[in-house]
Nanobody, 125 residues
Framework: VQLQASGGGLVQAGGSLRLSCLAP????????MAWFRQAPGKEREFVAA????????SYAGSVKGRFTISRDNAKNTVYLQMNSLQPEDTAVYYC???????????????????WGQGTLVTVSS
């Protein structure tokens, strides 16, 4: 599956952005989806994940309460609503997809077979 991430940009601290990840095709609803991010000089880290039908979500502790992951299977799109952004949220954000990941492994990037190209989020102080 091909993933197309968008919605990144420059925002001031305290602001909001919504990222989108489009996955064209008929099988989107069979994939668990996730967002990861990678800041300069750092490893890629888990942000949030959502199950194929949207019934289960999980978040990294650093974003819980500020970010919300959701999906619209009719539009083949997963979203990441980011509120109360802070400079430490600055990173390239990637969406990822998997049909085989188990619930206990959703935060592991090795569990995802398909990745989008990334979209840059910059938060100024």
């Amino acid at each position: 599956v091909q993933l197309q991430a968008s919605g990144g940009g420059l925002v001031q601290a305290g602001g909001s952005l919504r990222l989108s990840c489009l996955a064209p095709g008929r099988t989107f609803s069979t994939y668990d989806m996730a967002w990861f991010r990678q800041a300069p000089g750092k490893e890629r880290e888990f942000v949030a994940a959502i199950s194929s039908r949207g019934g289960h979500t999980s978040y990294a502790g650093s974003v819980k309460g500020r970010f919300t992951i959701s999906r619209d299977n009719a539009k083949n799109t997963v979203y990441l609503q980011m509120n109360s952004l802070q400079p430490e949220d600055t990173a390239v954000y990637y969406c990822a997809a998997s049909r085989t990941i188990i619930s206990s492994n959703r935060s592991n990037p090795q569990g995802y077979s398909f990745w989008g190209q990334g979209t840059l989020v910059t938060v100024s102080s």
